[in-house]
């Protein structure tokens, strides 16, 4: 019995039996190396236990880790184009180690999702989460006046990262080469012809009860301005009265978004945890969306085809404890990484600040706020980020700065999970 | 044949008017073979005149009037070894002698297995007290998987409701009501579920639970798997008759334990003496159980509970006028305390809880008059009442970001929501914004009584035995619960009000007559048995008036090698046997009655004001309930054959079968158009009324809405509407049309006990075929479904077996099971090892209708026309389902075709092209259709029981020992799966048994 205590004992010991062993990627683009040097790799584990980075040499990036399963992620930002890519690796202590990592290119977009929040918050009475309060904050990253009105929201099937994708065959996405992304449910789209975005300035748009939440729950958040948007269209089948309440007479029925059901169901289903939601511009969503020649199958409900040249910004989030299922639905060159997300505490995903450009623009001298401390690290243990560069963007606007945020097309880059809403002051 | 029976027939009616012949009597004592004492109230059956007596204090019993010949005398007694011998009576007996052995360990012929009834002439199968015990009988549905082919109850716990269901397959989503025509009854008295309002899923009405009978007080549970005699109606599906114990025992503790349930008992049969005049003053058995079963063995806040007391009160009378004729009366009561109940676990959110009673009486008395007449062989009758507390109750916390409708008005029109405290009537109530707990009620209270009068009727004639037995019941169906209600209107969410008492009982008057002959040829024996039942059910007051039914039965029984012929052959017993028969079910009221359900739109929303004030506008609709007069009951065609054969001392019994349901009970759904006024939001965009001093109002019969303003200041101001068109669906109770067929073939060998190591081995088994193809014409309107138009739906499809992708499914399984079963007479002590095996497993979805294909394969997934020739079977492709036809709104009459419209609207009107589209079910699984052959499993049992003396006993089980945690292979997805959800997992129990 003690030799074999012994023997499991000796076999448990990771210094003798797994080695950290080298692995090399090599950043590809469009079949060639993309020989430049400096650019920052990332090798995440799977079960997202450890991460590490290596910068490249021509486009080459080494590492020395443990054998294992990683993800490598790679993202190159240059003045309008971002390049992604993103690969699957293998570390074996008796293969050869190296991979390549396949570039995709795209291109930045002025409109941008700025915040996300879809977990809820918890009840007063200590008895559970309240869910019905999730919106979605579109925000001006450029220095020009936008015109967004024909701007939707969508978001991709499955719902849950961590559900199973009937569009992953043989783990490749089947949409991946074939320049759509599946919309599931419904698309929303604007009333008004007329809705207009000022340079650095964003739109709130409530995604479900547009009144004040805070009256009963406390923790959550006040969606009753007059200023903000609401997704609200019984007529369409969405009749869900806990979802859809009698929306703020402080909102114009203006200021509602309108959607086709093509999906089954009386609430819009976007995920309370893990939804990969993406914002598009299309002149005619509700024709495109009741066109039938529009519709995939392959899921339990149709969804409807989206064009990838269609998609302004897309948010990729992962589910937090279900890193064995989780995987990705947008494609590379649409968002090349992922944001976990702890759901009913009132975690919001906030994108993070481009430091660099933020603080190039000449008026934002003496307005910017450092220090930010309203990322989660520290208090949600496994899955807490925060935004790296340091800058508290709500404080700095209060101030009067202008934030430029990060526009990677990488979820993993640009979004962090924030303790609070930002519209919770 | 024909001339055969016809010389039956008359030999039997001249036989009935042969004058009187001489008789005789047989007087004898019954003693305890242990100790030579006098065995009391000892049952004394003469079987084959079935004439019987019961011994007294001295052992004592007479029987008279006994027809000359051969006979067959059973002597029983609680505790006791039952002791049946073959006996010939040409002569008066006066001292007939029996020891009856003490029914324990000692023995050799204790078995733990069901054994076989060998003088039924069907399939029939007793689990005796021994058997019970030591499996540890929990929950008297776990008997079950002591059948042929049985498998271990997966559910240890008795949270979820345990029914029986007699031949039927290991997936529950078989349709045609298999539990529900499976009769249960409890020492004669029926558990019904005709009263439950439950509803009713896509398989079917269930069963009655069987969760509340107390499983120590069992003393047999006796199963009829074939076709049971007329005697039995309201069943479809086989009879579980469980008898619980009745004679003079000692106090008997039992403590039970695993890991979710707790058990103790007390039982005692106490003889309670003499007369004066030495006459018994009978018998009463007490038993009081209370059995504790939690779902999670870490928390004993889920739990289930039972607290159970039975009294039966049982005498003889057999003097003074009864000297000659006794009387045997027996009066039975028990009462059941209990129910689920979650209740709140400390470290959740308090007060959230849900209860479930399953309080229940039942009692029943019996009499039974032994006449012994030329005409009349005794008379027996009985009654019994079930009545069930089934209330349930559901206490939530609720809240509410702003008040929150909740509709309970069952009459139809447009309602603005009130709150309580301004109209307590309001049809719709405004929940207030905030915290609050909602208690939820349900009120179900079902009763079922009974009164039956039978006679039996015992002749021999020559060598041949004859007996008729005729009788008549009756029995009704009620509930006495009120339905749903709530004590917390402010709160509680949606519900209607429908009182279950207001229900009209169903009556059912049956008559039935039997035939039983028993003919010797030669050193055979052949019985034959004929029997005609007719069902007559009355529904006062409703569109079900008066249906009758009628159930013939045949079962015939040939012995061909009897044993008693065979000792040292090598073929030592053969017979074989057939039935064929008809059973009928009467309906629930779920099916006769079902709960009304209501449309509802929201056909206002205003907006709301800084303080939280919103209104809101509901339409009403109840959903029609068409009462089907037509409505047929459901009927079970029973065919079956068996042969039973000692080889060398191995027992083979085998029986073949095939049933076939017809008119299986099923609810469908029709529609039916309907209008309403709709206010959209935006119409408050021309209201001068200031936002804060609104205040809405709606016309009950137009919807249409009208601001007044509170101050009084501006006029009142009525919204601009539009009409809307919709399909509302209504409700109807219908019988199939296609028959669901199950097939099978049971065998069990008991192989010659093996005497140098005390072991028996039994091989059983159970070969299980199902098939069903739905034809009925199913009207079909996708649910929650936007038209391409943006309005509702405006297009019903109708399909072969409604709009699935599959309206049929064939199944197959052999379940086979060894049990090595070791018994140690000298040291009291019975081991058994059970190895329970599932060799086959098959399943196909199928989808057929007559004259062509129901559904195609498609070369395109996302293109529904691109269909391929041939069968869908023959693809493994995206598949589609086109309905037969389909009507519009505009023109519901019409029967459109379908194929042809879709085409031509591809090329001529995409909007069409687009809701027609949304009939058509297609999916991109490229397996529906495929076999499905799981790859086999098995899990092993293992049970000892320990006698320590006479005083205590001691059992011990673990089940799935082994802790298998393998995976099975799927041929139909080709993956594999956790065992998990095949076998029960690993769990244990000990039983402790004291007697004194």
Known sequence: ?425 | MKKFLLSIVILVAAAATMQAQQTYSITGTVLNKTDGKPVEYATVVLETTEQWAVADKNGNFTITNIQPGKNVISISCLGFVTDTREIVINRDIDTYLIYLPEDNLTLESVVVTAQDNSNSATTSRTIDKTALDHIQLMNVADASSLLPGGVTNKDPSLLNNQVFSIRSGMSTSEVGNVSFGTAVEVDGVRLSNNGSFATVSTTGVAGATVNNIASTNVESIEVITGVPSVEYGDMTSGVVKINTRKGRTPYTVTMSTNPNLKQVSLSKGFGLGETRRGASKGILNTSFEYTVATSDQRSPYTAYDRKQLQLTYSNLFDRGIFSRTPLRFSISASGNLGGSDSKADPDAFSENRTTQRDNSFRGNFNLDWLLSKKWITNIELSGSVVYSDKLSMEHVNVSFAQDSPAIHGTEEGYFVAQHYEDNPDAAVILRPAGYGYSTMYVDDRPINYSLKLKANWARKFGNINNKIKAGVDWSADGNFGIGKYSDTMTTVGDFWEYRYCDVPFMNNVAAYIEENITIPIGTTRLNLIAGLRNDNTIIRNSAYGTTSSLSPRFNMKYTILSPKDRRGKTIRELSVRASWGLATKLPSYSILYPVPTYATMRTFASTSTASGEAYTVYHILPRTIEYNADLRWQKNQQSEIGVDINIAGNKISLAGYYNRTLDAYMLNTGYERFTFNYTDISSLNSCSIPVDNRQFSVDRETGIVTVSDKTGALPDETLSYRERKRFNSTTFADNSNSPVTRYGLEWIIDFKRINPINTTIRLDGSFYGYYTLDKNLLAECPHSVTGADGEYFKYIGYYVGGDGLSNGRESQNVNTNITITTHIPKIRMIISLRAEATLHRYTRYLSEKDGGNRSYALSDGNDILSVMDGSAYDYEAPIVVYPEYYTTYDDPYTHRNFYEDLMWARENDPQMYSDLSRLANNSINTYWYKKDYVSPYFSMNFSITKEIGDIASISFYANNFFNNFGQVYSTRSGTRGSISSYIPKFYYGLTLRLKF
Request: proline share 4%.
């Open chain 1, 1 to 425: 019995m003690l030799a074999a205590m012994a023997i499991v004992a000796t076999a448990c010991d990771p210094k003798t039996e797994n080695p950290p062993v080298d692995v090399t990627i090599t950043l590809m683009y469009e079949n060639e190396v993309f020989a430049e040097d400096g650019i920052t790799v990332t090798l995440t584990a799977t079960d997202n236990s450890a991460s590490y980075q290596a910068e490249t040499a021509a486009g080459v990036a080494t590492f020395s880790v443990l054998p294992g399963l990683y993800n490598a992620t790679a993202t190159v930002h240059t003045v309008q184009t971002v390049y992604n890519g993103t690969v699957a690796v293998t570390v074996s202590a008796a293969a050869d180690n190296s991979y390549d990592l396949e570039l995709t290119a795209s291109e930045a977009s002025q409109l941008l999702i700025k915040e996300l929040y879809i977990g809820g918050c918890q009840k007063d009475d200590g008895s559970g989460t309240f869910m019905y309060d999730k919106y979605v904050i579109l925000y001006n990253n450029g220095a020009t006046e936008l015109n967004i009105s024909d701007v939707g929201l969508a978001f991709l099937d499955p719902f849950n990262s961590n559900s199973t994708n009937k569009y992953m065959v043989d783990g490749v996405l089947s949409y991946a080469s074939q320049g759509w992304l599946p919309a599931g449910y419904a698309i929303w789209w604007f009333t008004s012809d007329d809705v207009i975005l000022q340079p650095y300035s964003q739109v709130v748009i409530a995604i479900e009860g547009a009144i004040d939440n805070t009256v009963t729950y406390s923790n959550s958040v006040d969606l009753s301005d007059g200023s903000y948007y609401a997704c609200y269209d019984p007529e369409a089948g969405f009749t869900n009265a806990s979802r859809y309440p009698n929306p703020s007479a402080n909102i114009p029925t203006s200021h509602y978004l309108n959607t086709f059901l093509y999906g089954k169901g009386n609430a819009w289903a976007i995920s309370n945890t893990s939804p990969a939601f993406f914002i598009l511009e299309y002149a005619d969503i509700e024709a495109f969306s009741k066109n039938e020649a529009n519709y995939d199958y392959t899921s339990t409900m149709p969804n409807v085809k989206v064009p990838n040249e269609w998609v302004v910004d897309g948010i990729e989030v992962y589910r937090a404890g279900e890193e064995a299922k989780n995987a990705k639905r947008f494609t590379p060159d649409i968002d090349a990484g992922y944001v976990y997300h702890t759901t009913k505490f009132g975690y919001t995903l906030y994108r993070n600040v481009d430091k660099a450009a933020t603080e190039a623009l000449p008026e934002n001298e003496g307005k910017l706020v450092y220090n930010y401390a309203d990322g989660t690290v520290g208090i949600d243990e496994t899955y807490g980020t925060t935004d790296p560069s340091g800058i508290d963007a709500e404080a700095s606007m209060a101030n009067g700065a202008h934030i430029i945020y990060m526009d990677t097309n990488n979820s993993t880059n640009d979004f962090h999970q924030r303790r609070a809403s930002s519209l919770k002051k």
